[in-house]
T-cell receptor, first 110, second 111 residues
Framework: EDQVTQSPEALRLQEGESSSLNCSYT??????LFWYRQDPGKGPEFLFT?????EEKEKERLKATLTKKESFLHITAPKPEDSATYLC???????????WGAGTKLIIKP | DVKVTQSSRYLVKRTGEKVFLECVQD?????MFWYRQDPGLGLRLIYF???????EKGDIPEGYSVSREKKERFSLILESASTNQTSMYLC??????????FGSGTRLTVV
């Protein structure tokens, strides 16, 4: 069965304390993996797409990496404004079906 | 700035009411989606549409229907609202598979 698991469910860090969020998956026919950021009371906002194992993408303090079984979202020297829920989603097949993880709630304390 | 606009941020409806959730996008996207989001469950696809007057069931279509009469507008209909449909509803649109733009969501409470 296709499955996406994000860990941890919640992560509290001090400002400047680097860490990683994990998205592990078992999906057949993976076509892409997406990372989104969601602020309270808002819809998810697109961050990255990764298509193949070994691929990496960066944006400001965030870097996303992909292996055959999992993806990491590394956050370097985070700031309080990085606090949000981070969602990963997998695209399989060609019918626009995304399989979503439950998200990691990240809290950065000043 | 491109946008997906959901007509209501908060709604409170009574059990058995027919509820309409409206979504409009200004990006000329062919594909539009309705999701619901519940704590610990992630986003679950209710319906999607890849063209005007076309619709496809997602993972949890029971109790819902949709309408897409114009390219920019995708409506979600709860035929007879029930308390287990209390949730955050998110509309999204996309031109390609790798960029979904979401609306701000409608938090629906059914009492």
């Amino acid at each position: 069965e296709d499955q996406v698991t994000q860990s941890p469910e919640a992560l509290r860090l001090q400002e400047g304390e680097s860490s990683s969020l994990n998205c592990s998956y078992t999906v057949s026919g993976l076509r892409g993996l997406f990372w989104y950021r969601q602020d309270p009371g808002k819809g998810p906002e697109f961050l990255f797409t990764l298509y193949s194992a070994g691929e990496e993408k960066e944006k400001e303090r965030l870097k996303a990496t992909l292996t055959k079984k999992e993806s990491f979202l590394h956050i370097t020297a985070p700031k309080p404004e990085d606090s949000a829920t981070y969602l990963c989603a997998l695209l399989k097949g060609s019918n626009y079906q995304l399989i979503w993880g439950a998200g990691t709630k990240l809290i950065i304390k000043p | 700035d491109v946008k997906v606009t959901q007509s209501s941020r908060y709604l409170v409806k009574r059990t058995g009411e027919k509820v309409f959730l409206e979504c409009v996008q200004d990006m000329d996207h062919e594909n539009m989606f309705w999701y619901r989001q519940d704590p610990g469950l992630g986003l679950r696809l209710i319906y999607f549409s890849y063209d005007v007057k076309m619709k496809e069931k997602g993972d949890i279509p029971e109790g819902y229907s949709v309408s897409r009469e114009k390219k920019e507008r995708f409506s979600l209909i709860l035929e007879s609202a029930s308390t287990n449909q209390t949730s955050m509803y998110l509309c999204a649109s996309s031109r390609d598979r790798d960029l979904f733009t979401f609306g701000s969501g409608t938090r629906l409470t059914v009492v």
